[in-house]
């Protein structure tokens, strides 16, 4: 069995400690990419697809696509427009970290 690993190890290992250039890149990268699918999930769920999204929030089809494939990352704004448009909402929980 191999050893756990705290994951905030591996990534500072791997791209460096919070804060640096490296880390908020993949950083950055990682969020492009997690928003990108739980939109088109939350899309193929509502059966709407990229033409009609876009229809609905008054952008292309392509920028639907590059959202959704995690090459950008849209504001937080954007982001709840286009959840809005697909009869979702995002709501805000505080929580406390240990």
């Not at 193929?44 to 229809?55: F, G, H, N």
Request: include cysteine.
């Amino acid at each position: 069995m191999s050893p756990v690993h705290r994951y905030d190890v591996v990534l500072d290992a791997k791209y460096g400690k919070t804060g640096t250039p490296a880390r908020a890149r993949f950083e950055e990268e990682a969020y492009s990419f997690y928003f990108g699918q739980a939109l088109r999930d939350t899309r193929k769920e509502a059966k709407v697809t990229q033409s009609e999204l876009a229809r609905r929030v008054g952008t292309s089809k392509s920028y639907i696509s590059k959202v959704e494939h995690g090459n950008i990352l849209p504001s937080i704004g954007a982001y709840c427009r286009l959840l809005h448009a697909l009869g979702r909402d995002i709501e805000i929980v505080k929580f406390s970290r240990t």
